[in-house]
């Protein structure tokens, strides 16, 4: 093998170790990453006015839970508001986010 050849498979595998390190640094959850579907830890609880927890079907407004790559507020609460009858707010937690409650309209 060429010497030219060795160098380009040494950074062929150093590339190969690299990437996955790097991206097992970085914060769950990273698009593409190892551990991209292993963050899911959150919660959507639907609120109505009276403050009490609505019950909804979140298999039948989505078709898998909510991604933990998405930013729920900005996405899911509006199908909530949209799709749950009676809802007024969103109690969203995202990760490690804290719990903060996501008015509807």
């Known amino acids: 093998m060429s010497r030219w050849g060795q160098r380009a498979l040494a950074g062929v595998i150093a590339l190969q170790i690299a990437v996955p390190a790097v991206a097992l640094t970085l914060e769950p959850p990273t698009r593409f990453g190892w551990q991209m579907y292993s963050g899911y830890d959150g919660e959507l609880v639907v609120l109505g006015a009276d403050g009490e927890a609505l019950e909804y079907d979140v298999s039948a407004l989505f078709a898998k839970h909510p991604r933990p790559e ?10 909530l508001c949209r799709h ?10 995202q990760g490690r986010q804290d719990r ?3 008015p509807c309209g």
């Open 100 to 102: 903060k409650v996501v």
């Open 84 to 93: 749950v009858e009676g809802a007024s707010s969103v109690a969203v937690t």
């Open 70 to 79: 998405l930013d729920w507020e900005s996405r899911v609460v509006e199908e």
